[in-house]
């Protein structure tokens, strides 16, 4: 079975400008999860999606919002993006376990 | 407020060498999962262990052991006979009563041939 996939796979954006960020979870996983990893820190939750129905939003600004299919796809927007937001952004799926597995990752380079 | 607090940064061992690295955590809840996760350079966060709350005993997996102790909230991790293939950055991440995950701030392991 494959794994969570996410694309692009890096991405360059100047400040001001949008991003989409896709994420394709494990087979029968229902929920997907948004992380933000800055350079030398631990990720960041920044959503929760199970179902399509938001069930968690992290400290993140109004700029960042996400959205679930019907095939449990996911997609992370960020708005006028600024230098801060240059991380790798991490999607995990998760089933009946609660264990998340997460995919490889989208590094965002924001200049 | 849930916290993980992982105090070493960065470990250097020899090839072989038995290493352990420390997870300490906070939380009210009395339900919970910890969980250990393996960053290589290439990014992906590699999972490797879930354990909740109510089950304390150690578990072995090859090379790899966990050490759950409730009394101290600690969820150690030890590398038996360490290898080049084990460099990467170990995160350790606590799960509550939400389903978000609070990850420390890893620990950088270099194994050196």
């Known amino acids: 079975d494959a794994g969570v996939t996410q694309s692009p796979t890096h991405l360059i954006k100047t400040r001001g400008q949008h991003v989409t960020l896709r994420c394709s979870p494990i087979?029968?996983?229902?929920?997907v999860s948004w992380y933000q990893q800055v350079l030398g820190q631990g990720p960041q939750f920044i959503f929760q999606?199970?179902?399509?129905?938001?069930?968690g939003r992290g400290n993140f600004p109004d700029r960042f919002s996400a959205r679930q299919f019907p095939n449990y796809s996911s997609e992370l927007n960020v708005n006028a993006l600024l230098l801060g937001d240059s991380a790798l952004y991490l999607c995990?799926?998760?089933?009946?376990?609660?264990?998340?597995?997460f995919g490889p990752g989208t590094r965002l380079t924001v200049l | 407020a849930q916290k993980v607090t992982q105090a070493q940064t960065e470990i250097s061992v020899v090839e072989k060498e038995d290493v352990t690295l420390d997870c300490v955590y906070e939380?009210?809840?009395?339900?919970?999962?910890l969980f250990w996760y393996k960053q290589p350079p290439s990014g992906e966060l590699v999972f490797l262990i879930r354990?909740?709350?109510?089950?304390?005993q150690n578990e072995i997996s090859g090379r790899y052991s966990w050490n759950f102790q409730k009394s101290t909230s600690s969820f150690n991790f030890t590398i038996t006979a360490s290898q080049v293939v084990d460099s990467a950055v170990y995160f350790c991440?606590?799960?509550?009563?939400?389903?978000?995950?609070?990850f420390g701030t890893g620990t950088r392991l270099q194994v050196f041939p």
């Open positions: 995990a799926s998760s089933g009946m376990l609660n264990e998340q597995f």
């Open positions: 087979s029968g996983h229902k929920s």
């Open positions: 999606y199970y179902e399509k129905e938001e069930r």
């Open positions: 939380t009210r809840d009395t339900t919970y999962y």
């Open positions: 354990r909740n709350s109510f089950d304390e």
């Open positions: 991440a606590l799960n509550g009563n939400t389903d978000k995950l609070i």
